[in-house]
């Protein structure tokens, strides 16, 4: 199936398909400005009456992110979409990768610029899926990491602001090879970014020097891994359905988990609902080696 055939029929159900205002993160570099070509040209050929529009993050991280910044801007230009871009001041933190800070940054900023109730299209491909699943399994991931991508999820950052905002992949089932000779056929220009052949990049190091050689091995791969984190996520999504259950009889008033009830589980059980529980309050998930110390330390403390 083609590019345009893949996001036409993205865009023609939920929840995209009742979207008054589609935001493209628009980065662009290639999948970004394909993704945007092909929804203007359909927006035109197929006549839907969405709202389409662009957002840049210059980062500041490339001595060519000017560059970059003009480049989107004079292509929303050429195609009559309204356009916004924004700069960010990236601090280090301790224990954070720079990569991580910016993609928090982004998305923060993403949330700050679109309007209320869009639907931000974000680039990632089937063969970034692929990657993302291999990255998680490389950390020793369970279900909810080789879950990988979402395809679609929203966002309400501060539970005082009324504002959501939806995110969506369009492209998680097209390849990097179809994204390309989408492009080239019809003559689009994107821009490069040269850190993405640095290996010293996890992600960077699987693209360049080890998936060339299993998809050489396994053509199918990115297809049949898809699949997989597909089955990941359905499996995710049962196991917090029964950790919602128990945690109904486990909450105090103060939201609080009653410690002598949750001693009653079996220690998986507990380990999953007390995951479950820290994720609500949006607190990142502890390793096995901390949950492990929880009975012994916390919970049968004097």
């Known amino acids: 199936m083609s590019v345009s055939s893949v996001i036409q029929q993205q865009i023609s159900v939920e929840p ?77 933190k301790a224990r954070h990768s720079l990569e991580a800070i910016a993609r928090d940054m982004r998305y923060k900023k993403l949330y700050e610029l679109a309007t209320a109730d869009s639907q931000v299209l ?9 990657e993302t699943f291999l990255l998680q399994l490389k950390r020793g991931a369970g279900p909810k990491g080789l879950s990988a991508m979402s395809r679609a999820w929203t966002v309400r950052p501060d539970t005082a602001d009324t504002k959501q905002l939806s995110y969506y992949r369009p492209l998680l089932d097209v390849s990097r090879q179809d994204i390309l000779a989408y492009a080239q056929l019809h003559q689009l220009k994107w821009v490069e970014d040269e850190s993405n052949q640095d290996v010293q990049f996890e992600r960077n190091f699987l693209r360049q020097q ?9 053509p199918k791969l990115a297809n049949t891994v898809a699949r997989s984190a597909a089955l990941c996520a359905e499996q995710q999504a049962l196991l917090e359905e029964s950790c919602e259950e128990k945690l109904q009889g486990l909450r105090t008033d103060k939201n609080s988990l009653n410690i002598l009830k949750l001693q009653q589980l079996s220690q998986a059980w507990m380990h999953q609902v007390v995951r479950y529980w820290l994720n609500q309050q949006g607190i990142q998930s502890p390793s096995l080696a901390v949950l492990n110390r929880l009975k012994p330390e916390v919970f049968e403390a004097k």
């Open 122 to 130: 974000l680039g990632q491909h089937q063969d970034d899926q692929l």
């Open 210 to 218: 080890v998936l060339p050689i299993m998809q050489e091995r396994w």
């Open 16 to 92: 995209l398909a009742s979207a008054k205002h589609l935001v493209v993160a628009y980065s662009g570099g290639v999948d970004s400005h394909v993704l945007l070509h092909a929804l203007h040209s359909l927006k035109l050929s197929e006549g839907y009456d969405f709202e389409l529009s662009a957002i840049h993050i210059h980062h500041g991280l490339s001595s060519r992110a000017d560059a970059w910044q003009q480049h989107c801007q004079q292509i929303c230009q050429q195609l009559n979409i309204p356009f916004k871009t924004a700069n960010l001041a990236l601090e280090l």
